[in-house]
């Protein structure tokens, strides 16, 4: 069955204005005021200005416009916990849920304020929820966290299936049914949408960097996202695919599978680390995950929390949960990138771990092996020795790169070299093929060398580990910069690194690095 409603389409064609079509909005002098996001981390004026049933762009994969699903779909209970989030964004989650979800699938909205104080959330909001049938409104007598208050809409929903989503989303044409149909085939799948992007400041739509990817983790448990290795690239890029750890904000699971893993771990406070402990316990308990190429969700990733985590929260808690209930001899990786949080205090775990002994869950290693061994390439728990480390000094100028302990964006110096003393002259050529500033991987920076082009300086830009302008190699004391093959020149004029056209008899080119593996680099140079 094609679930798509047609005139609903049509509708969105005929649409006019800020914003429509996911265009950006062209910001006036009061938007552009930082004022605008005080209260939310995004620019509310200009959401403000944008109608709440705004049409959207399909990005999707053109085999989803033809595909079909099972016509007999579990119905959904669409969660959406909030707190102090902003009227517009609000109210257009709300509608773009109802307006782009086939009646007989959306049993209802519940809507969890988690202690909200501002006024337009309150008795306003009460008021303007009179309209809406579907949703009902779940208040929370004190401030539990995301966590607890997905946990509260998730025991006050009715629906076979709960889909989670945050409270400054749009949904976009056909969502749902992609996210239903491999719950229906298999109970014991959660599916999560593609996240795509509404830009913070004119709330333009586009997709992530890379769009569809797997969710990934290094061993201080940051989230990552790493391309679908060859050997699990499917035939049809619209089908659904394997993702070891979801990204935790936007997903579905059968109602009562969910009951039946724990549901969230209780002890988790707030938030963090709640997407790692559901995704481990998933495939390690049985499940699966899967993420939906054809289900695109538009979210707004805050400039900064535009609000302050209750007194005594420490989210450092949660990731010790998880790492002493799930993550079995591997969690000694993670105490070492993180040796603080060896000695907190995790509370009673005895609920979980004889949760995991109930369930008869595989090992950490085999979720590891089996299910995410892309992590283990992309972030080894044992990271190699670098192919160079130590000063970079430059034949030409006899001078130093120095990255002078800048941030991102700002573009590197030559300096005079200083062996002694405070400097920011040390930098590594890293199993990734990058450059980064300092003397090991224990302590280097996550800002790398990133070429921008002919003529242009070398900039330090945040470390991805996907190579592309990052991706350097050390030949001949040469460092050419693989994606464009141009070397880093010495610029005497303004002691900076710029990329030009590689000429063996300039001695501007010229790199002496402290100390090199010659073993490594080979094998770098061979690639």
Avoid at 219 to 230: F, H, S, V
Avoid at 355 to 384: G, N, T
Wanted: charge should be neutral; aromatic fraction near 10%.
């Amino acid at each position: 069955k094609d679930w798509l409603d047609p005139a609903a389409v049509q509708q969105d064609r005929k649409r006019n204005g800020p914003g429509e079509f996911g265009v950006a909005v062209h910001l006036t002098n009061a938007e552009r005021d930082r004022k605008a996001y005080s209260d939310n981390g995004f620019n509310i004026l200009v959401s403000n200005r944008i109608s709440l049933n705004r049409s959207l762009p399909d990005i999707r994969h053109k085999n989803c416009a033809v595909r079909k699903y099972l016509s007999h779909l579990p119905d959904a209970s669409v969660i959406i916990p909030f707190h102090n989030e902003g009227w517009s964004t609000l109210l257009r989650t709300i509608h773009s849920v109802i307006n782009r979800s086939p009646k007989i699938l959306l049993r209802e909205i519940i809507l969890v304020d988690d202690c909200s104080v501002m006024e337009h959330l309150k008795a306003p909001l009460d008021k303007e929820l009179t309209k809406y049938s579907q949703v009902r409104l779940v208040r929370l007598a004190k401030r539990e966290g995301l966590i607890r208050a997905r946990l509260a809409g998730v025991h006050e929903a009715t629906g076979n299936t709960i889909v989670i989503l945050d409270s400054h989303v749009e949904v976009t044409n056909n969502w749902l049914p992609p996210l239903l149909e491999p719950i229906a085939l298999d109970r014991k799948v959660i599916t999560c949408p593609m996240i795509d992007i509404i830009d913070k400041d004119d709330f333009h739509y586009l997709t992530q960097p890379g769009d569809a990817m797997r969710g990934a983790f290094d061993w201080e448990l940051y989230y990552k996202r790493i391309p679908i290795p060859p050997e699990k690239l499917l035939a049809d890029p619209s089908d659904p695919f394997e993702d070891p750890v979801m990204a935790g904000g936007l997903f579905a699971v059968d109602r009562l599978f969910f009951k039946e893993i724990g549901e969230y771990d209780d002890g988790l406070e707030i938030w963090g680390g709640e997407q790692y402990e559901l995704s481990f316990k998933t495939w390690m308990c049985g499940g699966k995950i899967l993420d939906a190429p054809c289900s695109r969700v538009g979210h707004i990733y805050r400039e900064f929390m535009p609000y302050s985590l209750p007194r005594g929260t420490n989210i450092n808690k949660n990731f010790k949960r998880v790492a002493e209930v799930w993550m079995d001899e591997y969690k000694e990786y993670f105490y070492k990138k993180r040796p603080h949080v060896r000695s907190i205090d995790p509370g009673d775990l005895s609920k979980q771990k004889a949760l995991r002994e109930r369930l008869q869950c595989k090992s950490f290693d085999w979720f590891m092996k089996e299910v995410a061994p892309d992590i283990l390439k992309h972030y080894p728990p044992v990271v190699p020795h670098p192919a160079a480390w130590g000063m970079l000094s430059n034949e030409g100028s006899k001078k130093c790169l120095d990255a002078k302990f800048q941030s991102e964006g700002a573009a590197l110096s030559l300096m005079p070299c200083k062996e002694e003393g405070n400097n920011d002259q040390n930098f590594i050529l890293t199993w990734k093929e990058d450059i980064r500033p300092g003397t090991k991987m224990e302590n280097a920076r996550k800002v790398c060398l990133d070429g921008q082009g002919r003529s242009k300086p070398v900039v330090l830009w945040q470390c991805h580990g996907q190579y592309g302008n990052q991706l350097w190699k050390y030949k001949g004391n040469k460092l050419i910069h693989a994606v464009t093959n141009l070397c880093a020149t010495a610029d005497l004029d303004t002691n900076k690194v710029m990329l030009s056209t590689c000429d063996a008899s300039n001695p501007n080119q010229i790199w002496n690095w402290t100390n090199q593996d010659l073993e490594k680099l080979a094998k770098f140079n061979q690639k």
